[in-house]
């Protein structure tokens, strides 16, 4: 699958962008590299890719293709929010901690409103509660938009039924609804489910459709399901500066992304990588999995000999930011069994050191 099967076992877990691209994207880009194309997105392989998502969302879709999950993001909650708008996003989304205030600034003010939740997602209830407070109040800013992220920031995921309340509460509001699904592809295998299900049939209006976290270089998809944000769309893409001149390079991606459902198979690599790991650390003395691992992020509580020497050995993971001892570890569509029994290999090692 991932082209590096000799390879020595990786030791990075810290992310899936620091994978590289599936050999597909990678000599898709060399195959469009020659001749010629129409240029910003009127190319028949942009065409393409658009007739390709409408088929996977089975309806018609508009697409923009945009480099970087934060533009694709930012782009879709400016189309849907005014200057005087309300985003409403969990304190542990995205957009609210590792976007720089771009959501701010490509809609020339909004305003990001946290509403907490267990796991990462939303609460319902308190969602609801927030969109009717000071509706028509000139004195502050309007509920504009909702925005979810699936998976979320720590691999939970939202169920059908949480997807379509959401919907309703967007619905009864008149507040647009986007996703941010830089891991829709991993959430969407295990939940195990139709891409519209997940999407606008529970009455989402954009998704952000991630492919660069797994196989892609750097290309990510605005899908509309709204047609009528599509012509504002097509300004602020462009005004933004994300209309990108050689859009096939991006289209080539995304083409190559979608055949024979590589974005699939890459998405239950990763997935299984992780249920791999976690059923490798469970029961380990000084390790503690915390939660379900649902996608193919796996959090854990490690002691700190662990720690340690999984460090001093060179592997690479983020720790101690969510708490004392506290470990993430990511894999992605190139995490093989062997990176995965390697570093357990290393647990055992210092669990076995600790017992003697």
């Known amino acids: 699958m991932n082209g590096e099967s000799s390879r020595p076992p990786a030791l990075g877990f810290a992310s899936d962008n620091i994978a590289g691209a599936s050999p597909e994207v990678a000599q898709a880009m060399i195959r469009h590299s020659t001749g010629q194309a129409s240029a910003y997105g009127t190319d028949e392989l942009s065409r393409q890719v658009t007739l390709k998502l409408s088929e996977i969302f089975e309806r018609e879709v508009d697409v923009f293709l945009v480099p970087t999950g934060t533009a694709a993001n930012s782009l879709c909650l400016s189309a849907m929010t005014p200057p005087w708008g309300n985003i409403y996003c969990h304190p542990a989304s995205h957009i609210n901690n590792d976007e720089c205030g771009?959501?701010?600034?490509?809609?020339?003010?909004?305003?990001?409103?946290?509403?907490?939740?267990?796991?990462?997602?939303?609460?319902?209830?308190r969602l609801r509660e927030r969109t009717r407070e000071k509706?028509?109040?000139?004195?502050?800013?309007?509920?504009?938009?909702?925005?979810?992220?699936?998976?979320?920031?720590?691999?939970?995921?939202?169920?059908?039924?949480?997807?379509?309340?959401?919907?309703?509460?967007?619905?009864?509001?008149?507040?647009?609804?986007?996703?941010?699904?830089?891991?829709?592809?991993?959430?969407?295998?295990?939940?195990?489910?139709?891409?519209?299900?997940?999407?606008?049939?529970?009455?989402?209006?954009?998704?952000?459709?991630?492919?660069?976290?797994?196989?892609?270089?750097?290309?990510?998809?605005?899908?509309?399901?709204?047609?009528?944000?599509?012509?504002?769309?097509?300004?602020?893409?462009?005004?933004?500066?994300?209309?990108?001149?050689?859009?096939?390079?991006?289209?080539?991606?995304?083409?190559?992304?979608?055949?024979?459902?590589?974005?699939?198979?890459?998405?239950r690599q990763a997935n299984d990588a992780a249920q791999r790991l976690a059923r490798g650390l469970a029961g380990l003395r000084g390790v503690e999995v915390l939660g379900d691992t649902e996608a193919n992020i796996l959090f854990c509580k490690l002691d700190s000999a662990i720690i340690d020497a999984l460090l001093k050995a060179g592997f690479g993971f983020y720790h101690d930011r969510w708490g004392p001892n506290i470990v993430r570890f990511v894999t992605s569509f190139a995490t093989t069994a062997e990176d995965v029994d390697h570093l357990l290999s290393q647990v055992r090692g210092v669990v076995d050191m600790l017992r003697a």
């Open 102 to 125: 771009a959501p701010a600034f490509f809609s020339d003010g909004a305003k990001l409103m946290t509403v907490d939740g267990p796991s990462a997602k939303l609460d319902i209830a």
């Open 135 to 267: 509706v028509g109040d000139v004195h502050t800013t309007q509920p504009a938009c909702v925005s979810i992220t699936q998976a979320t920031e720590v691999g939970s995921l939202y169920n059908l039924d949480e997807i379509g309340a959401i919907g309703e509460v967007c619905k009864a509001n008149a507040l647009g609804f986007h996703m941010d699904g830089s891991r829709f592809a991993n959430a969407l295998v295990s939940l195990g489910c139709s891409p519209a299900q997940m999407t606008w049939k529970a009455g989402v209006d954009a998704l952000s459709f991630g492919a660069t976290k797994n196989g892609a270089l750097a290309a990510e998809a605005i899908v509309l399901f709204n047609p009528a944000l599509a012509t504002e769309m097509s300004y602020r893409r462009k005004r933004s500066g994300h209309l990108l001149s050689k859009m096939r390079f991006l289209s080539a991606q995304i083409d190559a992304y979608l055949t024979d459902d590589l974005w699939l198979r890459n998405a």
